[in-house]
């Protein structure tokens, strides 16, 4: 059984830093590309970051780059996210996901698997 299990998330004033991790089981780590994803309330979705497990290319929105970085644990299965500088804009639910790396290029889009999603709140 695929399993995506975000942790990390909670309430932080804005400046502060959180690490998010993302557990993945039940498919081949190394051959997916990991997304982060988050969705503020009244907003659609949008990618954040993403690596490509295998050679470790990674990915950022503009609204992150900087700030926000994305590293893989390939011995735990594990991506993390590490938030610095978090602006109240930041605050969302924020979700992993995963598609194999060929299929998409390295990319993160129509991802395959979805975790439940780990809520960040940004307090100014």
């Known amino acids: 059984e695929v399993q995506l299990v975000e942790s990390g998330g909670g309430l932080v004033q804005a400046g502060g830093s959180l690490r998010l991790s993302c557990a993945a089981s039940g498919f081949a780590f190394d051959d997916y590309a990991i997304g982060w994803f988050r969705q503020a309330p009244g907003k659609e979705r949008e990618g954040v970051s993403c690596i490509s497990v295998d050679n470790a290319r990674t990915y950022y929105a503009d609204s992150v780059k900087g700030r926000f970085t994305i590293s893989s644990d390939n011995a735990k299965n594990t991506v993390y996210l590490q938030m610095n500088s978090l602006k109240p804009e930041d605050t969302a639910v924020y979700y992993c996901?995963?598609?194999?790396?060929?299929?998409?290029?390295?990319?993160?889009?129509?991802?395959?698997?979805w975790g439940k999603g780990t809520l960040v709140t940004v307090s100014s």
């Open positions: 996901a995963a598609v194999r790396a060929d299929d998409r290029g390295g990319f993160c889009y129509d991802m395959d698997y």
